[in-house]
């Protein structure tokens, strides 16, 4: 514990005064107080408990004692002090702490007592001050650290004056905050039962959006205290909560407050300088002072400054300027506060307001478009900052003219562009758009633009638009049909004859040269023959000896003007595939994804199926869709598939049609649809060291399976180690385990379950449930060694998991009289220096307790009094020995 002997004594002596009742008199003196968290490290958090202090009272805590939310406690001990007017001291605490594992905590701080006098808090000097904070501990959702509140709790109101108040709080992650009214709480984070809020002469209210506290108006003098949420939330769930604690001091004056012109909001782009010029007035002529905070002021790049341009007797003017950056674009507004004093000879009044600042992203360069007969490549520039996850990218058909508003990033949905995918990096600056593997169509004019991505979801403005159609190569294919689907089968290609060679001029002779790649996309084309014609009227070609059943093959066909010493390429090639029916495998059903790489549009789909009575392929339906489902299936039977493709293209105001024979293709339907996770609850029995494990059948939702025959259990004694299967239970209806692990690894357990159906689909993990040991180390507050047999020695209460200790027990002097790291403590009365029996009395102790949780060794700190009896005629061994 390392305590300095002064301080320890010091601390002994409150400790022995509040046992004499002299506690009221030394210890009336909070009056405002918050606290915040600061994310570490996944289960880990620093906290800072700020209170504020009335400086006359003798009480001066230099450590607080934190209340977890885990059933466990720590001293946090005094940070720095600050000296502030009007008998003010702002005091900070920080400690850190690993919480056991995922999970929503209520931390309390708790302080003895309120000062005297708070109108709204019936007998204040004798209620228990307290503050806390609800933190979400979550991995999946990311850091979260609270956020900070940038102006102290404490503030006067002039009499029958409107008065306003804002805390400043500003969230680093980027977190939407709200806020509302609370009630002032004591012991254990209660609300007070009495507690009123300050009349006014027409309402009290907390502006959800901005934070202003608003008092219109108070109808007495005096000191009130207010509480305020400060809630914080994140896609749409709440993930902490800071009630504050805040007291306003309340005065009759002739003084008029001072007047702030209206301010603005305003919405700019990363990496601009913003500058804005802050007026108030005083019509009392009194002189003023800007006290200017807020998002912008929290960072430690000192970009923001306050520059002060007129100060006179009733007037101010502050030019405020912020040099953004791109790594401060975010979704979330910044808030300034702008808080003016005036300095009346009778009290100091404010006037409190805000403005907002929307920092948001910058667009990206204008993609670069690279088109083919089928498909479009986007590539562009890598974004100004480094700190995005990726990037969006949008089309539409036609050209859109859109002038971003300045408030408004990404692009709204009147613009008729449509998100067609996204890339997942800041270096990822390019797409493949082939209308997610259907193909891109001829004779649309395809337009384009990107955002960026920040890292909170929200988006960048859009980049300028890029159009482009699509290229007709030439030759224009046709058609790419499966005449043979065998492993010695052969697919037909036919062309459009190409017209207008003579304006090249192009009179041949000619020559066709003919690539084949096995793959959708022409990654890996090979020359696989070539011919030559004299007056291309030649515009078939027919590839044999090919195995059709495996995947499909793209085909691009080359003409070349062939005369001797006038040899060249004519036009630009183009891919065509062949289609192949792609079959995903489900209960009772199979479907067919009909994947494609061609430039003409197929108008629809006739599907065959292989019936094994007349050993011949049956058409079983027609779709417009590139998909199609075939259902009422038996499971684990083969099905065999083909499909026939109708379609047409226009080429040089002449409209072509076509028929295209697939690859054949067979699934065999399984059942592979997986249950629902199990909703799971954990209850621990301290008592019979076993964990209880319920759950709920999860009956079929959700696209799930109904048909589940058994249920695993996953277990994990530390969060560090992955959950492993301890067993399995059959039954759709047992949905209870008893779970002994055995003193040795104790309850601290991590548990999820999972459901398995009939045929062996095991459903996705239920939610992690942690439990931890259960916290029993306690020291009974009474014993007689007397030597009667009864009650003798010094012995905890009943516990477990605990590893060692670390146990001072001091007298009335502050001097130790036994100490040990012996969980079981032994101490029989004696002074461990003299071995003589102390005198009766209240003795004083501090205890570390190294328990074993499931985070490992965690060390609770325990303080209490020991009441020692016995008869009388024993040694003083309680007085000062050296």
Known sequence: MNLPNAYLRLFLLTAMLFFANCFSASATHNRAGEITLRQISDLTYEIKITTFTYTLSAADRRELQVQWGDNTTSLAPRDSFTILPNYYQRNVYIQRHTFPGPGTYVIVVE???????????????????????????????????????LNYPIDKAALNQVFIHNPAAFDFDGDSISYRLSICTKENGEEISDYEYPEASDTLYVDPISGDLVWDSPIDTGIYNIAMNIEEWRQGVKIGN???DMQVEVFNTMNNPPVNDSLKNFCIIAGTTFQTLIHSSDSDGDNLTHFITGGPFAYDDNNATLEEISNVPGSLSTLFTWKTSCAQARNQPYYVIVKTEDHNSDISLVDIDNLSIKVLAPPPATPELIPS?????????????????????????????????????????????QLIGST????????LDNNKGTGLFQGIEYCYRITAILNDGSESFPSEENCTNLVSGSPSILEVSVIDAATNGSIQIVWAKPLGLDTIPANGPYKYLIYRSNDLWGKRFVAIDSFSTSDLNDTTYLDNGLNTILYPYSYKVELYNDAPGNQFLIGKPEIASSFYPEISVSDNKLQLNIRRNVPWLNTSYTIYRYSELSGLYDSIGTTTMEFYTDSALINNREYCYYIESTGKRELNNIMYSNTNISHQNCGIPKDTVAPCPPPLEVMSNCDSLYNFLSWQYAPSRYFC???????????????????????????????????????????????????VDSFGNESSPSVRVIVDNCIKYAIPNVFSPNND????????????????????????????????????????GKHQKTNELVSPGVYYYICDVYEKRISGIEVRNIVGFIHVFHEKGATNADEVIF
């Open 705 to 755: 399976s109904d048909d589940v025959v058994s249920y695993r259990i996953y277990y994990s004694n530390q969060l560090n180690i992955p959950n492993t299967v301890i067993d399995s239970i059959m039954g759709r209806e047992n949905t209870t385990y008893y779970h002994f692990p055995g003193e040795e690894n104790g309850l601290a357990a991590s548990y999820y379950i999972t459901a």
């Open 111 to 149: 302080d003895p007592n309120r000062n005297l006098g708070v109108k709204n808090i019936p007998n204040s000097v004798n209620v228990i001050f307290s503050v806390k904070t609800i933190i979400t501990v979550n991995p999946d959702l990311g850091n979260n650290s609270t956020p900070v509140l």
């Open 373 to 417: 007969s089928v498909s479009t490549n986007l590539q562009w520039e890598k974004y100004g900052c480094e700190d995005i996850s990726g990037y969006n990218i949008y089309r539409r058909e036609g050209s859109f003219t859109y002038v971003y508003d300045s408030c408004s990033p990404g692009l709204p949905q009147y613009t008729g562009y």
């Open 789 to 828: 047999g009864f009650n003798d020695v010094l012995r905890p209460y009943e516990y477990q998991d605990v590893e060692k200790i670390d146990l001072s027990i001091f007298n009335r002097w502050g001097q130790v009289v036994f100490e040990t790291e012996n969980p079981e403590i032994d101490w029989n």
């Open 242 to 244: 800071i009630a504050r």
């Open 424 to 431: 997942k990096s800041y270096a990822d600056t390019s797409f």
